[in-house]
Structure formats: C-alpha cells, structure tokens
C-alpha cells in the first residue's frame, strides 16, 4: 500500500497539513481551503487514500437497490434543477401506489435490499399518499430498506398536515409517523449549499441550511441515520463550500455528544449537472474538480464513516479513481434515475452486480455488498440475510 511517507514532491505549503493528516488531528477551515487552492492536487487525493485506508482498507461497498421518483411535479423551481415540472407541463408525471407496489414487486425479485424514494414537492398529494406508499412497499417487501423523502419533502409534509407551525415538534411527529409505515432512513438530498446569498441566487424557496439540519437532527434523534449532500461545481465558492462541510461536521460532533442512536453515515458529494436546467449554460465541475471534492470531503468530514461517488453523476470511469481519493463506496444498481440524466435518451440508467464489482476489482478493491446501514449482505441469488453489525466499527 501507498504511504504519504513515500509521496515526493509535495507543495510545500502542505506540508503542515500532511502532518496533521497523518497524526490524525481535526483540519481547520484555512486548511479546506489551502486544500482547494494547492496546484498540488496528488497530494490531495493521496492524504484523502489514507484516511480511506485507515478507515476501510480494500474495502469498497456497493448495495443493490431501486431508485423511485414519485413524482416530478414540484412547488418549486429551482434553478439547478431540470427534473421538475408542474402540473400541465409536457413529462409531468405522479406514479400511482398501483405502479409503486410494482417497482417494489420488480425490486423483491431482482434481489434488492434498499428502496431509495426521492420525488417533487407534490402541491395536492395528501399526506396518507405518503404512508400507504411506504406500507404498499413493505406489503410485498417486508424486508426492504425504505430510505425515504429528502429533508425538503419531510417539511412540505409537515406544511400539508398543519404540523409545520410546530417547529421541530411537527417535524418530529411526521418523522414518527412515517417510521411507524416503514421509513428506515433518510437520504441526504436537497441540502445543496448551506449559504444564504447561494439560496437565494439559485434555489429561493426551498429550505435553508438550518431547516434541513434540524430535520437531520430530530431524524438522528428519533434513532434513524441519515446521508448528507453537497451540490457543488455551479456558483458556489469554494470557501462556501469548506463552510458547508464544516458545518456538517459541528452537527454530527453534537449528534454524538448527544448520544443520539442515529447520525450522518455517508457523504455525497453530488457534481452538478447542468443539463436542461437554467443554469445550462454553466458548465458544471471538471473531473479535476470532482476527484479534489471526493478527497477533500474525505478529509474535512473526519466524523462521517462513509463518502460515495455516486456512480450516475460521476461516472464508473471517474468513481473508479475516487476510490483512491477517499470514496470507499459506489451506490448501487438504481435501475431507473430521473432527478439527472447524463447521456441517456430515457432514464433507464443501471449498473449490474457483474459490472459494479468488476468495476471495484478493476480499481484494485475488495468489493462488499452492503444494506443501507453498511451491514454485509451474504446472498444466494435473490435472497439474501444480513449480519447484525456494520462491517467496520463506525
Ligand atoms: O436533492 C438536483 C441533486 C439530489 C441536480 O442519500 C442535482 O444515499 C446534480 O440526494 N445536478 C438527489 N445534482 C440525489 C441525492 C442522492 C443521490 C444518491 C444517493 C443519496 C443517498 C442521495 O440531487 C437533489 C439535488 O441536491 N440534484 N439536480 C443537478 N442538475
């Protein structure tokens, strides 16, 4: 295995950083940003190698799963976003519990362990559209992982059931009600920038940093994980940023002063895609820039176990590299993808289990199969048992 030891030619003005790195000692927000600034981007990528390594070695997780998007008819109208649409529009569309209960049938017999639901803030769809969908899933796929509804939806749930008046009381009390249907836990969407001139330029209307801390927080509280997302590569500074992930990084710190049985189990850097979206005419994150966030979030996140290079917005090819620069996992299957489409005509976009692991063996790991809260999955074909603990101990 590569060390930093046997790394030449390292910047200079690292080199205080690299002592850090290896006596394992917190980086500072001046550090995340000598990170961004150094030319010295090997570097960069090695020290996050080793932080991966100490944490998981050879290993690199992969799950099987199916992605649902329930809807893309949104109250909103972000501007990074090409996914939305509302109600008349052309492609608007809303998935029936009927069609839910299928992809759920599809995914029982493809074998998969984890349903991930992300869709639109829906303006006329009820709350109990929302609970029988979670109970329509478990009906025909009582052992699936739920992983469900971005922060943003839960407090547009709250809204619709007049709980979001309550503060983090109402929050609280729909997050009850949907793990009493099944929601296992929350994926790490919709945080995009933790910055109020970012929010305001590029997604006003939707929840601010502090509302979608606070319901990761209650979440953390009532016992379940969570992920957590950074959309970057659009206007965003790179000092906003190391801000963004500092700030992540003070809340999973409290979420362990806390004791709370649940916390922040992932990372995701996600690059933007620009797409169709109004802001197409950027031109989104270089690979350059994709490998030094991959590595840097590896570095600042000290805290957070795990850091994915979610394959549909990296690519296999770069999510391959990012393994050596901090990613010690890929995601999954996911089968059909809406919110971003790279090159596809339709949203078809799978990886297999074949292509997922060769991808992974390719890059030099030992790939694990893991459920939504990093158990190892043993399987025979289709069915499949998990062990009752993490593979590693975080
Ligand atoms: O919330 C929207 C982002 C997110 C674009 O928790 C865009 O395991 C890039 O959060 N370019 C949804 N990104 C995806 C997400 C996610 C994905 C995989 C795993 C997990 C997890 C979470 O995608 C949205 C938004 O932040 N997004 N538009 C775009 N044009």
């Keep these: 295995m590569r060390t930093m030891q046997s790394i030449q030619n390292v910047d200079a003005s690292l080199q205080k950083i690299v002592d850090k790195v290896l006596q394992q000692e917190r980086l500072t927000k001046e550090d995340g940003i000598e990170l961004y600034e150094t030319p010295d981007l090997w570097t960069v990528c090695s020290l996050a190698n080793v932080v991966r390594r100490r944490l998981h070695g050879d290993v690199t997780y992969y799950n099987i799963n199916r992605h649902i998007n329930y809807t893309n008819i949104c109250a909103l109208s972000c501007k990074f976003c090409d996914f939305h649409r509302k109600k008349d529009q052309d492609g608007a569309y809303e998935h029936s519990l009927d069609d839910i209960k299928n992809e759920a049938k599809i995914a029982l017999d493809s074998g998969a362990t984890e349903i991930h639901?992300?869709?639109?803030?829906?303006?006329?769809?009820?709350?109990?559209?929302?609970?029988?969908?979670?109970?329509?899933?478990?009906?025909?796929?009582?052992?699936?992982?739920?992983?469900?509804?971005?922060?943003?939806?839960?407090?547009?749930?709250?809204?619709?059931?007049?709980?979001?008046?309550?503060?983090?009381a109402g929050i609280s009390s729909v997050l009850e009600d949907l793990i009493a249907h099944g929601l296992g836990s929350l994926p790490g969407g919709g945080a995009e920038v933790f910055d109020d001139r970012v929010h305001d330029e590029v997604f006003r209307g939707k929840i601010g940093g502090k509302q979608w801390m606070d319901v990761h927080r209650v979440a953390h509280e009532l016992g379940i994980n969570s992920n957590a997302t950074m959309l970057y590569g659009h206007i965003e500074t790179r000092e906003e940023r190391v801000n963004h992930m500092l700030l992540l990084r003070e809340e999973q710190d409290r979420t362990e002063q806390n004791n709370c049985q649940g916390k922040f189990q992932t990372m995701i850097p996600l690059p933007f895609i620009p797409g169709v979206s109004e802001l197409s005419h950027?031109?989104?994150?270089?690979?350059?820039?994709?490998?030094?966030?991959?590595?840097?979030?590896?570095?600042?996140?000290?805290?957070?176990?795990?850091?994915?290079?979610?394959?549909?917005?990296?690519?296999?090819?770069?999510?391959?590299?990012?393994?050596?620069?901090?990613?010690?996992?890929?995601?999954?299957?996911?089968?059909?993808?809406?919110?971003?489409?790279?090159?596809?005509?339709?949203?078809?976009?799978?990886?297999?289990?074949?292509?997922?692991?060769?991808?992974?063996?390719?890059?030099?790991f030992k790939p694990v199969e893991r459920d939504t809260v990093y158990r190892p999955v043993t399987r025979e074909g289709t069915s499949w048992e998990v062990a009752e603990r993490p593979i590693t101990a975080h």
């Design 282 to 364: 950027l031109p989104g994150p270089s690979g350059i820039e994709n490998l030094r966030t991959i590595a840097i979030s590896r570095l600042m996140l000290d805290n957070i176990p795990h850091v994915k290079a979610f394959w549909i917005m990296q690519t296999i090819q770069m999510a391959q590299h990012m393994l050596e620069c901090g990613a010690n996992d890929i995601d999954g299957t996911v089968v059909w993808y809406d919110i971003t489409k790279v090159s596809t005509e339709n949203t078809h976009q799978e990886c297999s289990t074949v292509d997922l692991r060769r991808a992974i063996y390719d890059a030099g």
């Design 117 to 168: 639901i992300v869709g639109g803030l829906h303006p006329w769809l009820p709350f109990e559209y929302y609970t029988n969908m979670l109970d329509a899933i478990h009906s025909v796929a009582p052992k699936i992982h739920i992983k469900a509804f971005t922060a943003v939806e839960i407090v547009h749930l709250a809204r619709i059931t007049k709980r979001g008046r309550d503060g983090n």
